[in-house]
């Protein structure tokens, strides 16, 4: 509820001055109360986007972390391969050395 002034008396300069002193104050009061309002409104915007920013970095660090781990497996596998390639090779030339002599 917003105080309302009384109604100066039109014949005292004193009350005319607080009269109007009430209405600047009142007047520079709502200004105020927009500006935190607009202040409050652009505080909740911005947590929201550091809450986004926070969440993609999150998440970048969870997909770098993956990649990491997925690059060492696929290194791993690529040398079991081979592996398995050079044996497979060794077992080929032992085949053939004893279908030769046989």
Do not use: F, W
């Amino acid at each position: 509820m917003n105080p309302q002034p009384l109604p100066p008396c039109h014949e005292s300069k004193e009350s005319m001055q607080v009269y109007k002193q009430h209405c600047k104050i009142a007047e520079e009061y709502h200004e105020v109360k927009k500006e935190i309002a607009l202040l409050e409104e652009r505080k909740k915007e911005l947590i929201a986007r550091l809450e986004q920013v926070e969440k993609e970095s999150m998440d970048a660090a969870q997909l770098a972390k993956e990649y990491a781990e997925l690059t060492e497996e696929n290194r791993t596998l690529k040398l079991a391969q081979t592996q398995c390639v050079e044996q497979l090779e060794k077992l080929r030339i032992q085949y053939q050395k004893r279908q030769g002599s046989s």
